[in-house]
């Protein structure tokens, strides 16, 4: 038996075997970007980007009246943070812990949409990366042309720590917007109406 989903500070948490169990009676929402999404999500999952999510809370509300609802992302965190949002707004929903990787790492298949270009880096791999490569940057022009160019590296440092205190990534949210991240196809509109009418 199934324990309903109520609004909390911290989200349910389902595993992948209880997820896998419960799959055709849940409303997958994937919160990763388009581009992460269109390499492989779990089966039946709508594309909901994390920073579309207020744009899309009555639709959301709405697929939450008729069933229970699953916030996927990469590893659990994004789609947490989705959770916290949706319990903000009286919406009830759970969290896949481990994301698509456990999924996929568990051996369960993952979809594709027709005519998926080529696979992107997952967000925090992005962050990651962008992040190094701005202290790099900063480190090394600090060295070669001027000191002032360290302020760089230690905003990149000091944004990274208020990332980690405040559970929140305004560089995912600056980098979910770049085109590789949005490729042509994605239609967050037809996607809401889907849910809605659902």
Known sequence: ???????????LALDIAQARARLADLTVID?????EYASGHVPGAFNVPLDALRRALPALRQ???RGELL????SGNRSANACGTLAEHGISAATLSGGTSAWAAAGHAVERPEGAARRVWGM???????AGTL???GLGLGLVVHP???????GVAGGLVYSAVSDTCGMAYVLGKL????????DLDATLAHLRER
């Open 1 to 11: 038996m199934s324990e309903a989903l109520t609004p909390t500070s911290t989200p």
């Open 31 to 35: 919160v990763r970007t388009p581009a």
């Open 63 to 65: 697929a939450a009246a």
């Open 71 to 74: 916030m996927v992302c990469a």
């Open 124 to 130: 925090e791999r992005q962050v990651r990366f962008t």
């Open 135 to 137: 202290v790099l940057i």
């Open 148 to 154: 002032a160019f360290q302020l760089l590296s230690a």
């Open 179 to 186: 085109p590789h991240n949005r490729p042509r196809g994605t």
